[in-house]
C-alpha cells in the first residue's frame, strides 16, 4: 500500500513514522522547513523513551509523489479548504482518504440522512470547494485518541494513546475499511472498525469543544478549567446544548457533561492542543470545534446561547491576538 501524509505534523508525522517503521510505503506532501527535514532526516517520532526513525519520500508537489492507496488528511481543519486544490494527483480511482482531524469534517451530512442530509457546513467548507475537490467516495472518517506535540520541525514527541476509530460515511464495513484496518494495526495502532462514525466524530467534538477554547482565554490546564466550579458549569451548559442537537441529528451521546468531565480529568493537567497552537502562535480550530456546532444548532432549531458566548469570545480574543484571519 502506497500511503502519503498530508499534514506531516503531530499526528500525521506519527502515523507516518509508525507505518513507514513497519515497512509501509510512506511520502509526505509538506513545506517549508518541516519538507527540509523531512528530507534531511526522514521520519522521526520519540515514543515510550526511544527514537523511532524511518525513510519518507518528501516532497511540496503532489505530482511528483503520484496516485496513492491511502491519504491521511492531517492538517488543521481550517486548512483543509487551502490544501483541497492539492489533493487531485494523490486521488486514483480506488484511493481512500482518511480524515485524521478534530471538529465536525466537511462530508459529515453527505449520505448521512436525517434532518441534515446534504446540508454543506459553511463553517468548516467556506463555499463548497473543499467537497468538489474531494469526492465523498474517497472519504473514510477517522477520530483519533493520540496525543503528540512537535518540539521542532520535524520530529514527532508522542505523548499517550495510540487510539484509531475508522469508518464508512454511508456507514458501511466495506472490505477496503477492513484493510485499511489492517495496515493501521501493523504500525501499531489500536484500530476500531466503527458503523456510527458521525457519533464518534460527534462525541469526541463533545469532549473538546470546551475545554479547548477555554483553556486559550484562561492559558488554564484542563485541570484546573474543570477544577473551578463556575468554569465547569459554563462548559456544562454549553455541553448540553451541543448533546440536544446531537441527538436531533442522530448522533445521541448517553452520557451527562458531568460524567464526560470525570473522565478529561483523569488525564491530568495537560495543555490544549489549542492552547499549544495559541502559544505557538497559530490560528485556532475554533470553527470546526465550535462554529459547526453553531451552524448545526440553527439548522435543527436548538438554540445555543452558551455555545454562542463561548464562540464569540474566542473569536474575539484570536483576533486580537493576531491567531485569526478576521
Not at 510505503?25 to 532526516?41: I, K, M, N, Q
Not at 482518511?98 to 469534517?105: D, F
Not at 496525543?147 to 499517550?160: A, D, F, K, L
Not at 470545534?289 to 484570536?318: C, K, N, Y
Amino acid at each position: 500500500m502506497r500511503v502519503c501524509i498530508l499534514g506531516a505534523g503531530a499526528i500525521g508525522g506519527f502515523i507516518g513514522t509508525r507505518l513507514a517503521a513497519a515497512d509501509v510505503e510512506t511520502s509526505a506532501l509538506a513545506r517549508g522547513v518541516a519538507l527540509a527535514a523531512l528530507r534531511a532526516h526522514g521520519w522521526r517520532a520519540e515514543s515510550g523513551g526511544r527514537l523511532i526513525t524511518a525513510p519518507v519520500r518528501a516532497s511540496a508537489d503532489p505530482s511528483e509523489l503520484g496516485e496513492q492507496d491511502l491519504v491521511v488528511l492531517a492538517v488543521k481543519a481550517h486548512s483543509v479548504p487551502s490544501v483541497a486544490s492539492l489533493i487531485g494527483p494523490l486521488l486514483g480511482p480506488q484511493t481512500m482518504l482518511l480524515t485524521a482531524m478534530n471538529g465536525v469534517p466537511w462530508w459529515f451530512f453527505d449520505g448521512f440522512g436525517g434532518p441534515c442530509q446534504g446540508h454543506r457546513l459553511e463553517s468548516v467548507d467556506p463555499g463548497g470547494k473543499v467537497a468538489a475537490a474531494i469526492p465523498v467516495r474517497h472519504v473514510i472518517g477517522g477520530v483519533v485518541h493520540v496525543s503528540c506535540s512537535v518540539p521542532e520541525p520535524g520530529v514527532v514527541r508522542h505523548h499517550h494513546g495510540s487510539g484509531l476509530i475508522v469508518g464508512e460515511p454511508d456507514h458501511s464495513v466495506s472490505p477496503r475499511i477492513r484493510a485499511l484496518a489492517g495496515i493501521l494495526e501493523a504500525g501499531g495502532f489500536e484500530v476500531t472498525v466503527s458503523d456510527r462514525i458521525h457519533t464518534d466524530v460527534w462525541y469526541k467534538l463533545w469532549g473538546n469543544m470546551t475545554v479547548n477554547p477555554v483553556s486559550v482565554l484562561t492559558g488554564a490546564t484542563a485541570d484546573r478549567i474543570l477544577d473551578d466550579d463556575l468554569v465547569r458549569a459554563f462548559c456544562q451548559a454549553a455541553m448540553r446544548e451541543a448533546q440536544e442537537i446531537g441527538a436531533r441529528i442522530g448522533c445521541p451521546i448517553a452520557e451527562s457533561p458531568g460524567e464526560r468531565n470525570k473522565i478529561t480529568r483523569k488525564l491530568g493537567a495537560f495543555r490544549t492542543s489549542m492552547l499549544q497552537d495559541a502559544a505557538a502562535g497559530r490560528r485556532l480550530e475554533l470553527d470546526a470545534l465550535v462554529g459547526a456546532v453553531r451552524e448545526i444548532g440553527a439548522a435543527v432549531g436548538v438554540p445555543s446561547p452558551a455555545t454562542d458566548a463561548l464562540h464569540g469570545l474566542t473569536r474575539l480574543h484570536a483576533q486580537i491576538a493576531g491567531l485569526s484571519p478576521g
